[in-house]
């Protein structure tokens, strides 16, 4: 009895065993089931994600194809500068536009395809050649910058920001940054008649025959306001206690004048807007709500010594027996060393003398060419040099090449007895003939040694 | 006991096969609502349709699309106006060929499947630019397209040398070629091939620089270097290399060609001269700057007598030299040949019967062509003292007449097909000097090698 007993209970256990297998299976095959059943999906907005990339493609395909009269547009490089352009899109990917990148694009409509564009994010796509691309150009010949990369400029754009009137994209290679504005139908019509042109015509004529414009806010300092049409930079800068104080921001060219990216300060005061006064013939902007007009200097306003080294690089008297700015007594001494350089042996004509600066060392090199025949061989003398607050320099001559060795006899009228051994005051000298801002060297010592020379 | 697990353990499995991997219902999510880029034909779209899309099944993609192009580089894309120049040149000098001679549904039997075209160069870390690049014989890249003119020789073959380059590793893919073709410049294979020099690859028998980089691209780079160099040019940049090289690129070659013609029934040299044809459309070449060892031909041969249409003026004066060589000598003049041993100098030669054996007299002239392809000749100041120079000098008066023709005239250089319709720019193309002053007066000759 106890051993059946016993072998019941076995055979119950056995039993146990088993339906505690089958219950594991079972439950296994469960969790086979439910891993593979599919739950319905939970979705933002009850709506697919490629709906919701296609509505907002359309949403702002009607947008640009939905502005009667089409859009302004500025485009920031991420190399620097700014273009502005006149976009009108139509419905079947066709893109018509106008640029303030030369005369010649400020006036002749040129036409691309465009597509709006679903990556990551809803793109616009300038998918044909058009103004745009001339920025991007990868051949320095078509509009300079680097090899590769002209400007750094992008036309694939994802969309960003909008604000009212405005939609703001950024460059998807490069991150440039391009904003749209609607433009009305009184701006259309400008456009469509060489609105763009004329303003961009009087813009580049107006700064480069005023070469100092500035405005003065406060009644006490004059602040430079430079334009440089080929960058597409303004610079603010202004003088401070015998320093110089520099914003910079990029500009396009626009029906009314010219735009600055972002508004640049003098001491909080907003400037971002120069608008042409025709009547006036003059530049104007406004801050804090109030008109003030650009005013024209026929001298710089900052000291070239605060400049030179920095802003500029060089003065270079150019290959000449006599220029505006030299003095009687340095013609007599360069024509004294001309002649000596042709007889010294290697029979050197002296050309060009370029006196290169660099403020933050503190050094000038002069690179004086001497041509023996066709051959051109540069002469260098490096100086170092201090510099008073008044702006007087004393240069002090180091290291010569072997080129500047074999001329020292010939050179000693201009070097050795002058640039080596006075002090120098460094300033602008505007030539008479065409007003062009030249940097002129003069002695301390010597008043009557002055010479002058393209300042770059 | 063990037949309920193994059932248990048989139920399961079922179970789990059944289970697992269910699929509901269908994929839903329509992708075609995302893409804008379905665009209303445009005209360019439309000719690349009729030219290119329906007869040859191959799509020409010009709109900008990064995915096409080296990922990271500034690309940019292609201007509108310039698509039609550029396919009308591809469908001209790189398809009409091969139609003619291949047959008209040669490149529809076998063709890349896109041409993706871009604007602009793609620029290199190195500071090279790319101009062309293929994938799998599949798709065709083709740069520059904004800087393309269809009417400057050098842009067209840039432009083409990068398709013939790409189809023929396409026809290889087709028709495998010549296993021991690698064999014939064994060991001259580097992969960094762009350290090495046009010469210094011509010397170890390869056409150019890029063709030592494998064995399948010298093929390609032969038979594309050898469609657009044209035989004449060919064999003259041939003939500046080393003497052992000039073999192994005669060999490949013989290669190229038996491959075209066992491949695909293809006359390699008749599609070398369709080839050029169709360049010469572009810009016809002109023989005065295509005299020279190394440069073009190196002979003109006549033999004035079985000449159609020797002008009279040069005619008469040939009959009268065999004339004279038949009563003054007794010997029977043949014909001529101008051997050009410089772009400078040049070989008269006479060949003449006596008896049954052929003599010939030689006199070497310097010749001086201007810019205006006029050429001047002129009796060399010293000739050489072997029997040929002293046959010239004892036959001088017989010849007389001829050689006066050549030494008291100028001629201008160019072909005569205007006068006798043919080939030109070929090897065996008649070219001909005529008088400057008369130009109905002139003497014809074969061009050769």
């Given at each position: 009895m106890k051993n059946r007993t016993s072998m019941v209970l076995w055979d119950n256990n056995l039993k146990d065993k088993q339906m505690k297998r089958i219950i594991i299976y079972a439950l296994l095959s469960l969790t086979v089931f439910s891993a593979c059943k599919k739950e319905n999906v939970v979705l933002i907005d009850g709506e697919k994600p490629e709906e919701r990339v296609a509505e907002a493609l359309t949403k702002y395909s009607d947008q640009l194809t939905g502005s009667p009269y089409g859009w302004k547009a500025y485009l920031y490089p991420n190399g620097g500068g700014g273009f502005a352009f006149y976009l009108n899109f139509d419905k079947k990917n066709r893109v018509t536009m106008y640029a303030d990148l030369d005369y010649g694009p400020a006036t002749v409509s040129k036409e691309s395809s465009y597509r709006l564009k679903a990556s990551q994010n809803p793109a616009l796509v300038f998918d044909t050649y058009n103004y745009m691309h001339i920025l991007a150009?990868?051949?320095?010949?078509?509009?300079?910058?680097?090899?590769?990369?002209?400007?750094?400029?992008?036309f694939e754009f994802n969309f960003g920001v909008q604000t009212g009137d405005t939609l703001k994209l950024s460059g998807k290679l490069l991150d440039s940054k391009l904003v749209l504005v609607r433009a009305t139908k009184e701006e259309q019509d400008l456009y469509n008649n060489k609105g763009l042109l004329n303003s961009l015509t009087n813009s580049v004529d107006y700064i480069g025959n005023n070469s100092t414009l500035y405005v003065n806010l406060d009644g006490a300092t004059n602040v430079e306001t430079k334009?440089?049409?080929?960058?597409k930079v303004m610079t603010l800068r202004w003088l401070e206690k015998g320093n110089i104080t520099a914003v910079t921001a990029p500009f396009v060219f626009t029906l009314n004048g010219m735009l600055l990216q972002s508004p640049v300060s003098y001491k909080g005061k907003l400037m971002q807007e120069f608008i042409w006064d025709a009547a006036k013939s003059i530049f104007y902007t406004t801050v804090d709500g109030k008109r003030v007009d650009i005013q024209s200097s026929p001298?710089?306003?900052?000291?070239l010594h605060l400049l030179i080294g920095i802003n500029y690089t060089s003065i270079t008297t150019p290959n000449a027996t006599s220029y505006p700015g030299w003095s009687s007594d340095f013609i007599a001494r360069r024509a004294k060393a001309a002649a000596a350089t042709l007889v010294s042996g290697y029979n050197l004509r002296l050309d060009k003398m370029a006196f290169v600066f660099n403020a933050n060392d503190k050094t000038l090199v002069l690179n004086a060419d001497v041509y023996q025949n066709a051959n051109r061989f540069i002469a260098s003398y490096n100086y170092t040099y201090t510099k008073t607050a008044a702006g007087v320099y004393k240069f002090t001559l180091g290291t010569m090449n072997g080129n500047a060795s074999l001329i020292t006899a010939a050179m000693a009228p201009l070097v050795?007895?002058?640039?080596?051994t006075d002090q120098f005051i460094v300033d602008y000298f505007t030539n008479?003939?065409?007003?062009q801002t030249l940097g002129q060297f003069k002695s301390?010592?010597?008043?009557d040694f002055a010479f002058s020379g393209a300042l770059q | 006991m063990k037949n309920i697990f193994n059932t248990g353990v048989f139920t399961l499995f079922v179970l789990m096969t059944l289970a697992s991997c269910k699929k509901e219902g269908?994929?839903?999510?329509?992708?075609n609502i995302i893409d804008k880029n379905i665009i209303a034909k445009t005209t360019t779209d439309e000719w690349l349709d009729k030219?290119?899309?329906?007869?040859?099944n191959i799509e020409t993609k010009y709109?900008?699309?990064?995915?096409e192009l080296t990922s990271g580089k500034n690309i940019t894309p292609p201007d509108e106006l310039q698509i039609i120049p550029m396919m009308e040149t591809v469908r001209d000098v790189w398809i009409k060929p091969f139609e003619t001679i291949g047959g008209a549904d040669f490149i529809k039997r076998i063709s890349p499947k896109q041409f993706v075209l871009a604007g602009s160069a793609s620029y290199n870390q190195d500071g090279s630019i790319t101009l062309g690049t293929a994938e799998g014989g599949r798709k065709i890249v083709l740069y520059v397209v904004n800087t393309?003119?269809?009417?400057n020789l050098a842009s067209v073959k840039q432009a083409i040398q990068v398709i013939q380059h790409e189809y023929t590793h396409i026809l290889n893919q087709t028709v495998d070629y010549?296993?021991?073709?690698?064999?014939?410049?064994?060991?001259?294979?580097?992969?960094?091939?762009?350290?090495?020099?046009l010469a210094q690859a011509r010397a170890l028998?390869?056409?150019?620089?890029?063709?030592?980089?494998a064995p399948e691209e010298d093929y390609a780079e032969m038979s594309s270097n050898m469609l657009m160099m044209g035989r004449v040019g060919y064999n003259a940049a041939v003939s500046t290399a080393p003497a052992d090289a000039q073999v192994k690129l005669k060999k490949k070659e013989q290669y190229v060609v038996d491959y075209f013609k066992s491949?695909?029934?293809?006359?390699f040299y008749a599609l070398q001269t369709e080839v050029q044809n169709a360049l010469y459309n572009i810009s016809p070449p002109v023989l005065a700057k295509l005299i020279g060892p190394g440069i073009g031909y190196t002979r003109m041969y006549s033999n004035p007598l079985k000449d159609?249409?020797?002008?009279p003026e040069f005619l008469s004066l040939w009959k009268a030299a065999v004339n004279n060589m038949t009563a003054g000598f007794d010997l029977g003049l043949l014909d001529v040949t101008l051997t050009f041993k410089s772009a400078t100098t040049m070989t008269l030669r006479y060949s003449f019967l006596q008896d049954s054996d052929v003599l010939f007299a030689d006199a070497d002239y310097t010749m001086a062509i201007d810019a205006a392809n006029v050429v001047t000749l002129k009796l060399a100041a010293v000739q050489p003292t072997t029997a040929n120079y002293a046959n010239m000098n004892a036959l001088n008066p017989a010849f007389a007449p001829v050689n006066n023709y050549f030494k008291n005239n100028k001629f201008k250089i160019d072909w005569i097909n205007k006068i006798i319709p043919g080939n030109i720019g070929g090897l065996g193309s008649l070219g001909a000097f005529y008088?400057?002053?008369?130009?109905k007066s002139y003497f014809y000759g074969a061009m050769g090698q």
């Open positions: 150009d990868p051949d320095p010949n078509i509009f300079g910058g680097a090899p590769g990369w002209g400007l750094y400029s992008d334009f440089d049409p080929n960058l001298v710089p306003l900052i000291p050795n007895e002058r640039l080596s008479p003939a065409n007003k301390v010592e010597h008043p | 269908k994929l839903d999510a329509n992708l030219n290119y899309l329906n007869p040859y709109r900008f699309d990064r995915f393309f003119d269809k009417t010549q296993t021991d073709f690698q064999t014939i410049s064994r060991g001259g294979y580097m992969g960094n091939w762009t350290l090495g020099t028998g390869f056409i150019t620089a890029y063709a030592r980089a491949g695909f029934n293809i006359d159609a249409n020797q002008s008088k400057q002053t008369d130009e």
